[in-house]
């Protein structure tokens, strides 16, 4: 549930000017801003100022631990302990790219070998295509459901490809909303906050980063890329979630396709057998 407990002298301001001039913010403070975030009482002007701050001074790695833990708290934390599950709870997360349809195939793949995937997937980043994007191609298909059907869809299917229920982390759909419109998007602190927050209120046992880099992806630098994943797993791991990363090429497509409705098709010829691109499946598979 969201966090309620803060500082009684929290001010906004402080905070962002701390961290503005390059000091270092406590977990407490951090929990408060959020708290904030989550309930309206720190203002749109705020987040855009800590975000930018943030982007240009960069966090510690205890800062950033705080601030995904935060995030996380800012909502529903699922709880699969109880729901008579039989194998563990993994799932797999991509920084995008184009062509990039791992997360459609691999999903099914692990529940078939008996994991249960809850996927909370995001749209597109920059140029990069997004999970949701493609499966919102399908007609009629739910990418944003409740609650208790993501849990009722996992426990019968073993796998749910989905966005963010409205309880999930609602703190990362704020922040980001202004990050999208603030020139706030790239910093690596906020990158990795805002996907390891929405992977820890689902409830994981285990986690796998493939992390894009090329001219088809969102980090187009190997050096960026290798940033990004370093702070993936660090964070995830101070954070308690098992976590590895794979680095994949995305200077080509990934693929034989580029586009929501026929990457989507492409996925499910790939899992029915009728076809593989070798390169896609070797992504896949790795």
Excluded at 47 to 65: C, P, Q
Excluded at 180 to 204: M, P
């Amino acid at each position: 549930m969201p966090t309620t407990d803060r500082p009684a002298a929290f001010l906004p301001q402080e905070f962002i000017r701390r961290k503005r001039d390059g000091g270092t913010v406590s977990a407490a403070e951090i929990e408060a801003y959020i708290g904030g975030v989550t309930d309206g009482s720190v203002t749109e002007g705020q987040v855009a100022a800590f975000s930018m701050a943030v982007l240009l001074k960069g966090m510690t790695l205890d800062e950033r631990v705080a601030l995904t833990r935060a995030m996380t708290r800012s909502g529903t934390v699922l709880d699969w302990s109880e729901k008579g599950l039989d194998g563990p709870v993994l799932d797999k997360h991509s920084t995008g790219g184009i062509g990039d349809k791992v997360s459609l195939i691999l999903g099914p793949l692990v529940a078939a070998c008996g994991g249960y995937v809850p996927m909370i997937s995001g749209r597109g980043l920059g140029h990069t295509g997004g999970t949701l994007d493609k499966l919102d191609s399908i007609p009629g298909y739910g990418s944003q459901p409740d609650t208790a059907t993501l849990e009722r869809v996992v426990r019968e299917a073993g796998c749910a490809i989905i966005g963010a229920t409205g309880d999930i982390a609602p703190a990362d759909r704020r922040i980001y909303a202004i990050r999208d419109v603030t020139g706030t998007v790239e910093s690596i602190d906020l990158i990795t906050a805002s996907i390891l927050s929405k992977k820890l209120a689902a409830g994981l046992q285990g986690l796998a980063m493939d992390v894009k880099f090329g001219s088809g992806a969102f980090a187009a630098r190997y050096e960026d890329a290798i940033e990004l994943a370093e702070s993936l797993v660090t964070v995830a791991e101070g954070a308690g979630l098992p976590t590895v990363a794979l680095l994949t090429d995305m200077n080509q497509v990934l693929g034989r396709t580029a586009g929501n409705a026929v990457e989507v098709r492409e996925s499910v010829e790939m899992l029915s057998g009728r076809a593989a691109d070798p390169r896609l499946l070797g992504v896949t598979l790795e």
